[in-house]
């Protein structure tokens, strides 16, 4: 049974960069988008984006301008970096396995990881 | 981007009733792409629905989704103890993917 983790640091300072990693167990990373996604009170729930096994990314237009999705299926981990970040980015931030609808594009996240708080603070 | 607006915001009801949950998109939403997710408190999100009707893995049928277009819906049919939570519709039709705002399922 697959599961997701986040890890990364928990406080980041206005301007700065984010960086997160999610690791992946029980299954193979081949066939599926990795998602980042992040919940916030101010926000609710918001798709970052995904990257598939092979590199092919999807962003948010809201954050492409500040956001890269990396993947390394040989640790089974993919990674997201936010840059420049404020206040309004902190959150609950989430990785997640995009599966394939019958058409070919994502139909649904599943599962979740546990989810990371960060926050955006001096 | 397309817009999915929950309603009730929130929803009071005893074990054994009858839930029925509404999710409108601002455009229509091809039916293979729109999802249902239930979060409880401290929990991230769980795949309930997906493909507005299918259940995921280990959802029990008391969970049905319906709709078509730009109206869907989420019926639990006999509430259960851990089923009071936020349940959210999400559409992976269009590029941004988004979410409703959730519709909060409290004990009364």
């Known amino acids: 049974q697959v599961q997701l983790k986040e890890s990364g640091p928990g406080l980041v300072k206005p301007s700065e960069t984010l960086p997160l990693i999610c690791s992946v167990s029980?299954?193979?990373?081949?066939?599926?988008?990795w998602s980042w996604l992040r919940q916030s009170p101010g926000k609710g729930l918001e798709w970052i984006g995904y990257i598939s096994h092979r590199g092919d990314t999807n962003y948010n237009p809201s954050l492409k301008s500040r956001v890269t999705i990396e993947v390394d299926t040989s640790k089974g981990q993919f990674s997201l970096r936010l840059t420049s970040v404020t206040a309004v980015d902190t959150a609950v931030y989430y990785c997640?396995?995009?599966?394939?609808?019958?058409?070919?594009?994502?139909?649904?996240?599943?599962?979740w990881g546990q989810g990371t708080l960060v926050i955006v603070s001096s | 981007e397309i817009i999915l607006t929950q309603s009730p915001g929130s929803l009071a009801l005893s074990p054994g009733e009858r839930a029925t949950l509404s999710c409108r998109a601002s455009q229509s939403v091809t039916s293979g792409y729109l999802a249902w997710y239930q979060q409880r408190p401290g929990q991230a999100p769980r795949l309930l629905i997906y493909g507005t009707s299918s259940r995921a893995t280990g959802i029990p049928d008391r969970f049905r989704g319906s709709g078509s277009g730009t109206d869907f819906t989420l019926t639990i049919s006999r509430l259960e103890p851990e089923d009071f939570a936020v349940y959210y519709c999400?559409?992976?039709?269009?590029?941004?993917?988004?979410f409703g705002g959730g519709t909060r399922v409290e004990s009364k």
């Open positions: 029980g299954d193979s990373m081949t066939d599926y988008y």
């Open positions: 997640a396995r995009g599966i394939f609808y019958a058409g070919g594009r994502v139909g649904r996240f599943d599962p």
């Open positions: 999400q559409q992976l039709d269009k590029s941004p993917y988004t």
